[in-house]
């Protein structure tokens, strides 16, 4: 899945400008699609989620200066992993921020040029909790809907890129429309139905006559 700006914003908690100026200052840009533009759309990836949580996390107890500080080190020193905030796992004590290896019992201090200490941390939880954030945000509603008396089924899907909803109706198929809201997407499906039904009374009539 691909997020957008706003869906980002609510998944991660971080406000809308804050994630665009992480972007703007090439500390963690979408790399999904980058934004060309004014009023161009951002879309991140579920390891760019990761990333901000991290650095969400880390800010709440190290300065920015610093996590710039750690990231740019680790890029250099270990070239093979693109995203060291959503591939390595973090620990700060306030001063400094420790990077686990692949020896869990050695922490890599990114902030002293690789000297070693001794501890263990785990950061499973933020993935976890991030993949049920992402499955609440996306899960699919149903409703259902009436059209000149007849009711229909009306399955509702959240837009992570495109921002609002979409919307079919799986007793006809192909017929789904979208709206910015809950409401007008419902709206907007029940006219759509009206259209589907209108135009296939119209080539049955049609079909009966030949």
């Not at 390891?47 to 750690?70: C, G, Y």
């Not at 419902?186 to 009539?205: F, H, P, V, W």
Request: glycine content about 6%; aromatic content about 8%.
């Amino acid at each position: 899945m691909n997020f957008n700006t706003a869906t980002v914003a609510k998944i991660t908690g971080l406000s809308k400008r804050q994630i665009g100026y992480w972007d703007s200052t090439d500390f963690i840009k979408p790399s999904v699609q980058e934004a060309t533009g004014y009023g161009s759309t951002r879309l991140y990836s579920f390891i760019d989620l990761v990333q901000l949580v991290v650095a969400k996390n880390l800010l709440q107890k190290v300065s920015m200066q610093k996590i710039r500080k750690a990231v740019q080190y680790l890029k250099k020193a270990m070239p093979d992993i693109q995203k060291p905030l959503a591939n390595l796992r973090f620990l700060t004590d306030g001063e400094t921020i420790f990077v686990i290896t692949e020896d869990n019992q050695k922490i890599l201090n990114a902030l002293k040029n690789g000297q070693f200490v001794m501890t263990i941390v785990a950061l499973g939880e933020i993935v976890e909790d991030l993949k049920g954030k992402v499955e609440s945000i996306s899960s699919e509603r149903r409703y259902d809907v009436k059209v000149k008396g007849v009711k229909y089924s009306a399955v509702l899907h959240r837009d992570t890129e495109d921002g609002g909803y979409w919307v079919e109706c799986p007793e006809l198929p192909g017929c789904a429309s979208q709206g910015d809201t809950v409401e007008e997407a419902l709206s907007m499906i029940r006219d759509a139905i009206q259209g589907y039904t209108a135009a296939k009374n119209e080539a049955d009539a049609i079909e009966t006559a030949l």
